[in-house]
């Protein structure tokens, strides 16, 4: 009893130590911080100091500048009023000086004497009188320095402006606006306070169905980065077809940069038509190279002998050659009942039923049995008796080849392949027709499943 009670007491001490030194090391980490918060608010504070006394000595600067315009303009204007003023003057002197004069001469009582001084005293206040409406300065009284403004109303505004500069807000991904082709993917995003945004970031790389993507982000080796983007939308070239990516937009300035929540967007797949010069001469394909036709106004003999004979490949080729990714499609059934679809090399024989040899994989239709064929072995598949679309999604670097029910979404063959040669889309039609949709982005539920 005793032993058991002390291997408790102990077992207890155990966790109690741990725990303890569990909260020094967090209390340590706590002061740490604190000091960190410490420093940074001190740098911050002496920073703020530092550009505020810059701004004094600016306004002090120009303070001084214009204050001497001002005082030069000043020397100017009174400069030329002095000299206005030095000219009254002189007028007023002689004019008074001739007042005197003419006053004199009126007072003299003898005539001939009054005669004689009041003619040369006439001429010169005439002259005087006209010599003077010449000298009369113009006088502005309202001289205010109005060429001159004083408008630090902008520069106010900009003052009281004054704040501490953060980094942006996360600006987000709009998945509903983005778009894509089979190589290029165009990303949208928004943020709340674009005016504080000088530019953004945006960074990429192939999604690998890692579940961690805060992990995935934090490892940049793999991801590829456009910077300085102006606007609030991007596309990308050059991209993979029929592939997922994850997308994040940084939104920075001279605060910092904040980041997206990451986006997962994916490129269509290769598109492609069918080859007319491919055809089979008994089908006819559409104008828009979308749809094959069994011409069956030609010649009534026996399906079934056409159908199995070493001359009843009645096929076409779509018009790519395929050596590397990911890519989908889907076959639309225009109420064919005798057809095969699937993928062939290039080295195929021409005039052999597409299976039957081992340079083609294909799933076909016969009436109302379903098989996949490769090297003349066949497999029987049940698919739904209402499927009317059929997807087929090829990895050509994973090496597999996969048959769906495109509406359904039931799984119906995989093959795996060991590819040796480009790989050709190819389709044989006996009766009716068959169309193809190409372009596709590859459905969620096919990415899960072949992840998986």
Same mark, same amino acid.
């Given at each position: ?21 569990? /909260? #020094? ?29 810059? /701004? ?44 005197? @004069? ?12 009054? /005669? @004689? ?17 010449? +000298?009369? &300065?113009?006088?502005? /009284? ?27 807000? !996360? %600006?987000?991904?709009? #998945? ?6 089979? =190589? ?17 970031? $945006? ?12 992990? $995935? *982000?934090?490892?940049? =080796?793999?991801?590829?980065?456009? !910077? ?33 929540? %990451? ?12 080859? %007319? ?28 002998? =056409? ?41 195929? &024989?021409?005039? #052999? ?12 239709? *016969? ?12 497999? %029987?598949?049940? !698919?739904? &008796? ?25 799984? $119906?063959?995989?093959? =795996?392949?060991?590819?040796?040669? !480009?790989? *050709? ?8 027709? +068959? ?5 596709? &982005?590859?459905?969620?539920?096919? #990415? ?5």
């Amino acid at each position: 009893y005793f032993l058991r009670k002390s291997h408790g007491l102990e077992s207890n001490l155990s966790s109690l130590i741990k725990r303890n030194n569990e /909260l #020094e090391g967090l209390m340590g980490k706590l002061i740490q911080t604190c000091q960190h918060v410490e420093m940074n608010a001190s740098r911050q504070e002496s920073k703020l100091l530092e550009e505020c006394d810059t /701004l004094i000595d600016i306004i002090q600067q120009r303070r001084q500048i214009i204050g001497t315009k001002i005082k030069e303009g000043k020397v100017v204007r009174i400069r030329k009023l002095a000299q206005q003023i030095s000219s009254c003057k002189q007028c007023i002197e002689r004019s008074s000086s001739l007042i005197s @004069q003419a006053d004199q001469a009126l007072k003299e009582t003898d005539h001939a004497r009054f /005669l @004689q001084t009041a003619r040369g005293i006439s001429e010169r206040v005439s002259m005087a009188t006209a010599s003077s409406q010449i +000298l009369i &300065p113009e006088i502005n /009284l309202n001289d205010t320095f109005d060429t001159f403004a004083l408008d630090f109303s902008r520069e106010k505004k900009m003052l009281e402006g004054l704040d501490y500069l953060t980094a942006p807000n !996360p %600006p987000a991904i709009r #998945e509903e606006l983005c778009t894509a082709s089979h =190589d290029t993917i165009s990303v949208h995003w928004t943020a709340e306070d674009e005016f504080s945004v000088v530019s953004y970031e $945006l960074q990429y790389t192939i999604f690998t169905g890692q579940t961690n993507v805060v992990s $995935l *982000c934090n490892s940049a =080796d793999s991801w590829m980065l456009v !910077p300085n983007i102006k606007q609030n939308h991007y596309t990308v070239h050059g991209l993979q077809s029929g592939t997922k990516y994850i997308f994040v937009v940084k939104a920075m300035n001279h605060a910092g940069s904040r980041s997206s929540e %990451p986006a997962k967007l994916k490129t269509n797949s290769q598109p492609f038509k069918l080859d %007319p010069k491919s055809a089979h001469k008994k089908l006819k394909v559409s104008h828009d190279s979308l749809t094959v036709e069994r011409d069956e106004t030609s010649s009534k003999k026996s399906h079934s002998q =056409d159908r199995f004979s070493s001359t009843g490949n009645y096929g076409v080729t779509g018009n790519v050659y395929i050596d590397s990714g990911r890519h989908y499609w889907e076959t639309l059934i225009g109420g064919s009942s005798w057809f095969a679809i699937g993928i062939a090399y290039k080295s195929a &024989p021409k005039h #052999e039923w597409i299976g039957k040899n081992s340079s083609s994989w294909v799933l076909c239709r *016969c009436n109302n049995s379903w098989a996949v064929r490769h090297s003349g072995k066949e497999l %029987p598949v049940d !698919p739904s &008796p209402h499927m009317r679309r059929i997807g087929v999604l090829l990895d050509y670097d994973m090496g597999s080849l996969a048959f769906y029910d495109a509406a359904g979404t039931q799984h $119906l063959h995989t093959f =795996d392949i060991a590819f040796s040669q !480009p790989v *050709c889309p190819v389709f044989n039609v006996w009766n009716k027709c +068959l169309t193809v949709l190409t372009g596709l &982005p590859i459905p969620d539920h096919l #990415e899960m499943n072949d992840r998986a």
